[in-house]
């Protein structure tokens, strides 16, 4: 199975509604990213968390790791279509400050105008 | 924050050649990595780029179907060689520190 589960796998939203999208692991979290990505645009780094409970923030992007550090949650606050993309999360499951990231299948994010 | 720019972009080639994918980084980082993005699946991680030494390739991937070099801290090539329709997918660089990992654009395979 699928060591970095993602959903929904896609979302549909109108222009100004919130929306949340998760990242659950079958292991402990040591560093999660999170990055969105365009076509042809490669991914775009947004944030990345390491500590249980850890919440940061960009612009109307919030990402929080849970206590037990095997989910994390984005949010977007009145939503965009510039925020229209798919958003990738990639974990650390090492433990050991491993660069290499493992990687949900990701969400696809459309905003209606 | 790091930028990362890979050539090309995109192409097309044909079974059996081998193509080389060139990765640069507007700084030093640390590590550089090469993911490939097959269509409608997560990233997999293919290897990571050593300066000066042999990659560190992951479970299912070879150095002889993929060389890897990285002559400093700033430069990385992937060889995709004898490739076959099965190769096509896109292939991202990627480099950086631990807090932050950067990702280049990725250069789009197809192999006819």
Known sequence: SQELEQSPQSLIVQEGKNLTINCTSSKTLYGLYWYKQKYGEGLIFLMMLQKGGEEKS?????AKLDEKKQQSSLHITASQPSHAGIYL???DHSGAGSYQLTFGK???????P | SAVISQ???RDICQRGTSLTIQCQVDSQVTMMFWYRQQPGQSLTLIATANQGSEATYESGFVIDKFPISRPNLTFSTLTVSNMSPEDSSIYLCAGGSYNEQFFGPGTRLTVL
Do not use: F, N, Q
Request: proline share 6%; with cysteine; charged share 20%.
């Open chain 2, 7 to 9: 050539k090309p972009s």
């Open chain 1, 89 to 91: 999360c990639g974990a």
């Open chain 1, 106 to 112: 990701g969400t696809k994010l459309s905003v209606i």
């Open chain 1, 58 to 62: 960009h612009e109307k992007i919030t």
